[in-house]
């Protein structure tokens, strides 16, 4: 698969009637290994590994309704009350991240309400943090760590 621009991590890979599947350590089980399912698998080991969140805070493929229409979220995390505090939209590394994915990501947010969005295409990664109160966003220069986005209890 195409080297992303994430650190390197191991995964448990085989091949079944001649298609490539990959082993999702958070459903327990192998999934079809496309292009932005790469994306996707390296991205949560980044956060669980890198910026240290709890892999049983994370959802992949988490159902979000929008206008009454059942879609998927490619992520979400959690905080350790249950509230989502961010969600995340995953491209094949030769989709160009533009205007439509960021469309896509805030459809599923006017459901979620999260803090942090993230849109990556393994080769790009952008972070925004929602101000709701102020009516603003922000692009980080960085995806925070799993500390950073927790709420002040």
């Given amino acids: 698969m195409q080297k992303l621009n994430l650190p390197e991590y191991s995964f448990r890979i085989k091949t079944t009637e001649g298609k490539p599947y990959i082993f999702d350590t958070l459903r327990k089980k192998f999934v079809r290994l496309t292009p932005e399912e790469w994306v996707r698998q390296n991205f949560v080991q980044f956060l669980i590994i890198g910026k240290k969140y709890s892999s049983s805070l994370i959802t ?4 979000v309704k929008v206008n009454n229409n059942p879609q998927r979220a490619d992520l979400v995390v959690f905080d350790r009350l249950g509230n989502a505090i961010m969600v995340a939209e995953f ?3 030769d989709v160009k991240i533009s205007q439509q994915t960021f469309d896509q990501i805030v459809r599923y947010n006017m459901q979620l309400k999260v803090k942090f969005l993230i849109v990556s295409n393994g080769l790009e990664h952008y972070c925004c943090q929602i101000n709701y109160a102020g009516n603003t966003y922000a692009f980080l220069p960085e995806i925070p760590d799993f500390a950073d986005v927790l709420p002040s209890l």
């Fill in 91 to 93: 491209k094949s590394p």
């Fill in 60 to 63: 992949v493929e988490a159902g």
